[in-house]
């Protein structure tokens, strides 16, 4: 069974601009992970954060984490046309097994 | 950099027949996953490894899904007898619990007919 929802399933922007995805999910978590997947191809780790953590940065990636409400958000700052992709949340729980959601599509247009 | 190396690539069979996925991990990660990709159902967990010993096989029809490590260099998935609706994507990854995120391999792309 699926942990993470994301939120929304699709989202279209032009590029330059900026992209938030939102994930929530049902359990307690070790941590939150964020992945993207090109079509076609396996999926590449973005960034972790911690369930200690509440917010880390990489690149033009920005990732929240609320714990209390059970949901994270990923926001791609200056979208390009490369960021077309799905992305994913993926949850490792009291089980150390890793969860994913069912992915939101986003497209940047040129 | 290194990489999870899944084989094979794509493979077609018939109905009935015996199917088996392999993935080799990166020299040193302790957590193999398997996952299945489909439209319908997205990225399903099937099964995982620590330290080569299976953790969690929930995810996988028991009765025609195997799931084996059978050293550190290998993990493999098979299928057998195979059915239509067993085609997908098949994703293994792997990485060191606890830090930094997972690798995944390329996928085997299978189609039962």
């Known amino acids: 069974s699926q942990q993470g929802e994301e939120d929304p399933q699709a989202l279209s922007i032009q590029e330059g601009e900026n992209a938030t995805m939102n994930c929530s999910y049902k359990?307690?978590?070790?941590?939150l992970q964020w992945y993207r997947q090109n079509s076609g191809r396996g999926l590449v780790h973005l960034i972790l954060?911690?369930?200690?953590?509440r917010e880390k940065h990489s690149g033009r990636l920005r990732v929240t984490l609320d714990t209390s409400k059970k949901s994270s958000s990923l926001l791609i700052t200056a979208s390009r046309a490369a960021d077309t992709a799905s992305y994913f949340c993926?949850?490792?729980?009291?089980?150390?097994?890793?969860?994913f959601g069912a992915g939101t599509r986003l497209t940047v247009k040129p | 950099d290194a990489r999870v190396t899944q084989t094979p690539r794509d493979k077609v069979t018939e109905m009935g027949q015996e199917v088996t996925m392999r993935c080799q991990p990166i020299?040193?990660?302790?957590?193999v996953f398997w996952y299945r990709q489909t439209m319908m159902q997205g990225l399903e967990l099937l099964a995982y490894?620590?330290?080569?010993?299976?953790?969690?096989d929930s995810g996988m029809p028991k009765d025609r899904f195997s799931a084996e490590m059978p050293d550190a260099t290998l993990a493999t998935l098979k299928i057998q007898p195979s059915e239509p609706r067993d085609s997908a994507v098949y994703f293994c990854?792997?990485?060191?619990?606890?830090?930094?995120?997972?690798?995944f391999g390329s996928g085997t792309r299978l189609t039962v007919v």
């Open positions: 990854a792997s990485g060191l619990m606890g830090t930094d995120g997972y690798t």
């Open positions: 359990t307690s978590i070790n941590n």
């Open positions: 954060i911690r369930s200690n953590e």
């Open positions: 993926a949850t490792d729980d009291e089980n150390n097994d890793m969860r």
């Open positions: 020299l040193g990660h302790n957590t």
């Open positions: 490894f620590r330290n080569r010993a299976p953790l969690d």
